[in-house]
Every structure is written in structure tokens, then in C-alpha cells.
């Protein structure tokens, strides 16, 4: 090697004065600068490198130790993953118009919380197409998903969770309704309209919203002293006859003196209200819940859980946050109360 190029091309190097991460001149500019041929600098200058641990990127050059890495997705698309049908398809409508608008695809996935092997294959998929942003509702009993989101996070993907386990560390961004609170809601509903018995069919017990919701309801039934049966049950129904498995298998009878809460998902709230008329069981109300608008029915109460406000905080998080941090935190959205004209 020649020790007077190497002296030269450190030399000129030096009185360049770069700064920790900064690029080192090309070679055709060393060239310019100290003579020589392109094929003799490239060779000294690799030797530079080696020795001072300089980061070669080829098709972009040397950098000095220390320079800043900018993670680029190689695919820019942002996927929403959430189980069944939660999402009304006017929110997703909007939401994918929004992010259009940022040059960024919207992907909405529907993965039932049935089949966690599924979701695991997708969020294979996604890690290996490297994509820009996620929002996802995980399956509550797979640690292997949250062990793929969390490789998605640590490679640079914006991770977002529409679910917390209670021991979940806040190391994700959290947009969370706000079930734990709604189950301290419905008691304070039956507590001052002085019904002697709570209801409470938990038809997706193993979600943690509805768990959060079961904690929140036994924790305030305690408090208050009031008698509270919970039914983990998914409540089908017959589409043939139009009658529901909880009438043929006597799963539960209607009492008087009693509010039942059950989500309004594929309107199970309004056949025990209607069932509740035809009964004339006129002590006992229906007392419900949802996140889409087309589940309420005006009829009843209802604590609405707003996830059109929701997922435009989400979208705003994810579009106006230049600087993505690894340490996340949690935003919670309580319920809205909705009474009908009878009730107000």
C-alpha cells in the first residue's frame, strides 16, 4: 500500500473538520483534491475505514462512527386489524381517505378472535413487508402476536393497540375504550334507578375489553351491595326460526326488579327488550352497549364508546408525530350515556 496516499487522503480528511456521522468526500473529489487515481484512493481509503471503523453503505458511501440511521419502510401502508365486524366501513371509509392524503395505504383486516394462529400468519406477513404504521386489536390469549408486534415496533413500524391486559407494560401506544369505567357506569345506572338485581351477559369473555368491563361491574357491585349474575355466553341465534339458544336451552329466565346489560352486537339487546314486553315485565329494563353507531337502538339506554373520535385521535398520532418513541402511552375513551325521550 502507499503510505504517502493513505497520509494524504487522512490528512485532507482531517481538515475537513467533519462532525460525528458526517459523510466522507467521494473519490473522485479526494482525487481533485490530492491527485492520484480512483482505483489507487478507493483502496487506501477502504483501509481507512477498516482501521477507523468507518461505516460503509454501498450506492451511498463512508460515514463517520455515530451516524443516525433513518428507518424507511418498504412498504408505506398502514394496517387495521380488528376482529369481526367492530368497524363501521364510513370510519374506515374516512380514515383511508385521511391517510391517502399522506401518500400512505390503508389495509383493514378482519381476523376473528377465533383463530390466533391466523393472526400470527398476518403479522408475519407485515413484519416481512417492513410496513409504515399498525393498528390492531391483538387476540387477548397470544403472547406470540404480542412477540411479533413488538419486532414490528423495535424495527421502526408505528404500533398502535386498541386493547391492554392490565399487566400489558406501557411500552406500546394505547387507545383504549375505557371498559373498567363502564362497568362502574352500569352500576351506578341500576343503583339510582333502584333495581335489585344486575345481568350481565359477557358474550366475548375473553376479550380483554369485556374483562375490563367484568372487573370494573364486580368491583363497584361490592362497593354498592348490589346482587350481580354474570353469563358467559355467546347468545346464537337461529336465523330459521328467529329463536336464540338462550330460550331453548333455558339459560337464563327474565325477572322482575332486574337490568340486564348486554351489548347490542347482532341486536341480542333488542329481542330481551322485546321479550321483556311481550312479558310485560314491565320492572325490569335492558341496559346496553356498543362502539358502532347502527347498533344503537334508540329505545333503550346505552353507553356509547365513541370510536369515531377514537380513530381520529389514532390517525392524528400517527400523521403529526415526526419522532416516534419506543416508551408509549396510554389514551383512554370513557362512555357517553344515551337515554331514550322515556327516560330523560
Avoid at 408505506?76 to 381517505?97: F, K, M, Q, R
Avoid at 348486554?262 to 322485546?274: D, F, G, L, P, Q
Avoid at 398520532?317 to 330523560?344: A, M, Q, Y
Amino acid at each position: 500500500m502507499d503510505s504517502k496516499l493513505k497520509k494524504d487522503i487522512s490528512d485532507f480528511i482531517a481538515s475537513l473538520h467533519l462532525k460525528s456521522g458526517d459523510r466522507l468526500p467521494s473519490i473522485e473529489q479526494i482525487r481533485r483534491k490530492i491527485g492520484s487515481t480512483q482505483y489507487k484512493i478507493y483502496q487506501e481509503l477502504k483501509e481507512i475505514a477498516v482501521e477507523r471503523k468507518y461505516e460503509i453503505i454501498h450506492g451511498s458511501g463512508i460515514y463517520l462512527p455515530g451516524r443516525k440511521k433513518i428507518w424507511k419502510p418498504y412498504e408505506y401502508s398502514v394496517a387495521l386489524i380488528s376482529p369481526g365486524t367492530l368497524l363501521e366501513y364510513d370510519l374506515i371509509n374516512s380514515l383511508h381517505y385521511r391517510f391517502m392524503k399522506h401518500n400512505l395505504n390503508l389495509l383493514p383486516l378482519s381476523i376473528p378472535h377465533k383463530d390466533p394462529g391466523y393472526e400470527e400468519e398476518i403479522l408475519k406477513y407485515l413484519l416481512g413487508r417492513r410496513i409504515w404504521g399498525l393498528i390492531i386489536e391483538p387476540h387477548p390469549l397470544s403472547n406470540e402476536n404480542l412477540k411479533i408486534i413488538n419486532r414490528m415496533q423495535t424495527q421502526g413500524c408505528r404500533c398502535i393497540l386498541l386493547s391492554r391486559q392490565p399487566e400489558l407494560k406501557k411500552r406500546y401506544h394505547f387507545f383504549t375504550l375505557d371498559y373498567y369505567q363502564l362497568g362502574k357506569n352500569v352500576v351506578d345506572f341500576a343503583v339510582n334507578r333502584k333495581f335489585r338485581k344486575i345481568f350481565f351477559i359477557n358474550h366475548a369473555y375473553s376479550n380483554w375489553h369485556m374483562q375490563n368491563l367484568e372487573r370494573g361491574l364486580i368491583t363497584a357491585v361490592e362497593q354498592e351491595g348490589i346482587s350481580c349474575e354474570i353469563l358467559h355466553d355467546f347468545l346464537l341465534q337461529d336465523s330459521f326460526s328467529e329463536t336464540w339458544d338462550w330460550e331453548k336451552e333455558n339459560l337464563f329466565q327474565l325477572e322482575p326488579d332486574t337490568l340486564y346489560v348486554v351489548e347490542n352486537v347482532e341486536n341480542r339487546a333488542s329481542h330481551i327488550y322485546n321479550r321483556l314486553k311481550q312479558k310485560k315485565i314491565n320492572s325490569s329494563m335492558v341496559l346496553t352497549f356498543c362502539r358502532r353507531k347502527s347498533n344503537i337502538d334508540r329505545r333503550l339506554p346505552c353507553f356509547y364508546m365513541n370510536d369515531e373520535l377514537r380513530f381520529n385521535q389514532i390517525s392524528d398520532k400517527l400523521l403529526n408525530t415526526s419522532i416516534w418513541t419506543k416508551t408509549g402511552v396510554e389514551t383512554k375513551f370513557e362512555p357517553e350515556l344515551l337515554l331514550p325521550d322515556s327516560l330523560k
